[in-house]
């Protein structure tokens, strides 16, 4: 067989390695069996080939110990699914978020262009019995290169399932991570003048949503774009035919904002800092007989043209088809049912961990084909696993 060991000095796979070997263990020395390096690196894998919880990842585990092997001890051999729970049950997830983003960080080095940023509710995490309500983490998604960034820290997550609680975990998360230069879009629930800000101290521009949560804003920008000369504008129009349906959306932008640095119609009124240009999109939906119509607002700090505009829009949603909707259907996230300690926490980042390597193989199989065959082919999971490309 072919020796294993020589593939840890690839760079992704040693960066991986590497930041799990930062992850204080508390266990007593003497007590441990099983390093944490060993049993973080045994969950990816086994997340990465197919595992959707402690028993499908142990089992791998038991059928690929000889693989594990080629990366560390791993001399007790494999832990039980139980031990594997009540070890991620106790990591300290603010630690686990920051290894990640890190992870990230140092393995995708380039500045980002469009980064999205989106609240996802796990379903099955809450607990009638106690009280507790799912857990709902924000993530931060560069739609582009479609990799998942980092998460907020755990308090800006706690007692979640209110998406109120956005408004304070998207500057914790954006305070983490190196956004300079990034065009940062956010649903109407981050449409606030202190995300706006804290977007900008990051060197970075907000591309925010306007709705009712902002009712004299978002009646202000409608109002303009019907009476707007055509000399203040500038439009474009795209056509998508899916599914029986047409869809024609025309994205308006304009610059001329300067009616909003004059005094707010009531005192206090919120203010967003260096808005620079206001837009609008425009859906018409023809299925059959049937049209449908709905009209959008959108602000953003850049100087944005309609094309740049519709690119940042468009863009935003990938978080829901790309990210969100992958976990759910192919990493299985909303049936999870871990509710104790930190492991609903902590397993998201697993499955972020290896949704970004899974999306990293340079074949045409979809994600969860590339699950499957890693899950029987360690070859292929060490392409997973493997160096950065060029």
């Given amino acids: 067989m072919e020796d294993l060991s020589a593939f840890s000095a690839k760079p992704r796979l040693r960066l991986l390695l590497d930041q799990f070997s930062k992850i204080k263990d508390t266990r007593q020395a003497w007590k441990v069996a099983y390093p944490l390096r060993e049993v973080l690196f045994l969950v990816v894998c086994g997340t990465i080939a197919s595992g959707d919880d402690y028993d499908d990842i142990a089992d791998w585990g038991e059928a690929h110990l000889s693989f594990l092997r080629g990366f560390a001890e791993f001399h007790y051999g494999i832990p039980c699914a ?36 989106d609240g996802k509710t796990s379903r099955r995490s809450h607990n009638r019995k106690t009280g507790q309500k799912p857990l709902h983490l924000v993530s931060a998604f560069a739609t582009n290169s479609r990799l998942v960034l980092g998460h907020p820290s755990t308090r800006a997550q706690e007692a979640v399932d209110e998406k109120s609680n956005e408004i304070t975990a998207i500057p914790a998360l954006v305070e983490r991570l190196d956004l300079a230069g990034a065009l ?29 949560n902002q009712p004299t804003l978002h009646a202000d920008i409608k109002s303009y774009f019907e009476t707007a000369p055509s000399g203040e504008v500038e439009q474009v129009e795209t056509v998508g035919k899916d599914h029986g349906r047409i869809e024609v959306r025309t994205y308006t ?22 808005l620079t240009t206001i837009a609008m999109v425009e859906s018409r939906i023809e ?16 100087m944005l043209s309609a094309a740049a505009f519709a690119d940042g829009a468009r863009g935003h949603w990938a978080i829901e ?8 259907v192919t990493f299985n996230e ?10 609903a926490k902590n397993m998201a980042v697993v499955r972020h961990f290896a949704l970004n390597l899974v999306r990293q193989v340079a074949d045409k199989r979809s994600i969860k084909r590339r699950r499957k ?15 950065l490309r060029c």
């Fill in 82 to 117: 139980d031990w594997l729970r009540t070890v991620m049950n106790r990591i300290n997830p603010d630690l686990f978020m920051a290894c990640f983003s890190s992870w990230v960080a140092e393995c995708w080095p380039d500045k980002l262009d469009l980064v999205a940023i």
């Fill in 184 to 212: 940062v879009s956010i649903d109407a629930m981050g449409c606030n003048p202190n995300i706006a800000q804290s977007i900008l101290d990051a060197e970075a521009d907000y591309l925010l949503a306007v709705k009712d």
């Fill in 253 to 274: 932008v304009s610059h001329v904002v300067d009616w909003y640095a004059a005094p707010r119609s009531y005192p206090g009124a919120p203010r967003f800092p260096q």
């Fill in 287 to 302: 299925r059959g007989d049937k049209i449908e119509t709905e009209q959008r607002s959108y602000i953003s700090s850049r």
């Fill in 321 to 328: 088809n790309n990210l969100h909707w992958t976990l759910d």
């Fill in 334 to 343: 909303d049936q999870s049912r871990l509710r104790t300690g930190h492991g």
């Fill in 373 to 387: 065959r890693a899950a029987w082919d360690p070859t292929y999971l060490l392409e997973i696993l493997g160096p």
